[in-house]
């Protein structure tokens, strides 16, 4: 399996405090990503990273940001949580080796309940 | 319309059974296609990746068409273990993203 974690694995936390999430990789990975799963939604894609330092926006961004200081961590906070952001978060990873197909591997996720 | 689309199912089978899922993504510029597995309550993981001229891999078998923007997955021989969400996921011509389908859903039954 690829070396990706993350923590906290589940939280729980009151509506308006922050919250961050970290994903840590071992395999030095150049592309990072924060997915958010829903029930009737899938996957999204809420932001990624392409480098230290370099982030950008997916689809589903507004209430979160994002930091990479180091290859191997990328941080997800919530700023003020809402109870919307109530989800699954997973954290990926992918080499950009990839001519094509170069797989993203996943950590476990997190769960994140907003009250 | 979403990016990519599939058909949430659930697809119940036999154990035995061939069954088929279907995906179709909208960007015709996308560069590649991939089946992701996903098992309740964890991680997706990939299963296969999906080539131009079409790949198998054991029970898997896996389709492009890119005329018509849809990819396939057939698996034969259903096993009980082969109950999961099955997520259709394609990657973007840039290359540096990844878009999900809401994912099928199989249940093989004894």
């Known amino acids: 399996d690829a070396g990706i974690t993350q923590s906290p694995r589940h939280k729980v936390t009151e509506t308006g405090t922050p919250v961050t999430l970290r994903c840590h990789q071992t395999?030095?990975?150049?592309?990072m990503y924060w997915y958010r799963q829903d029930p009737g939604h899938g996957l999204r894609l809420i932001h990624y990273?392409?480098?230290?330092?370099?982030?950008d926006k997916g689809e589903v961004s507004d209430g979160y940001s994002v930091s990479r200081s180091k290859t191997e961590d990328f941080l997800l906070t919530l700023e003020s949580a809402t109870s919307s952001q109530t989800s699954v978060y997973f954290c990926?990873?992918?080499?950009?080796?990839?001519?094509?197909?170069?797989?993203?591997?996943f950590g476990q996720g997190t769960r994140l309940t907003v009250v | 319309r979403k990016e990519v689309e599939q058909d949430p199912g659930p697809f119940n089978v036999p154990e035995g059974a061939t069954v088929a899922f279907n995906c179709t993504y909208s960007?015709?510029?996308?560069?590649?296609f991939f089946w992701y597995r996903q098992d309740c309550r964890k991680e997706p993981k990939l299963l296969m990746s999906?080539?131009?001229s079409g790949n198998e891999d054991g029970r898997f078998t896996a389709q492009l068409n890119r005329a018509s923007q849809y990819i396939s997955l057939l698996i034969r021989d259903s096993k009980l273990s082969d109950s999961a969400t099955y997520l259709c996921?394609?990657?973007?011509?840039?290359?540096?993203?990844?878009?999900f389908g809401g994912g099928t859903r199989l249940m093989v039954k004894p």
């Open positions: 395999e030095n990975h150049r592309y």
């Open positions: 990273s392409y480098g230290v330092k370099d982030t």
């Open positions: 996921v394609v990657r973007n011509n840039a290359g540096n993203m990844l878009t």
């Open positions: 999906v080539y131009s």
């Open positions: 960007n015709s510029a996308s560069q590649s």
């Open positions: 990926a990873i992918s080499d950009d080796r990839g001519r094509g197909n170069t797989e993203a591997f």
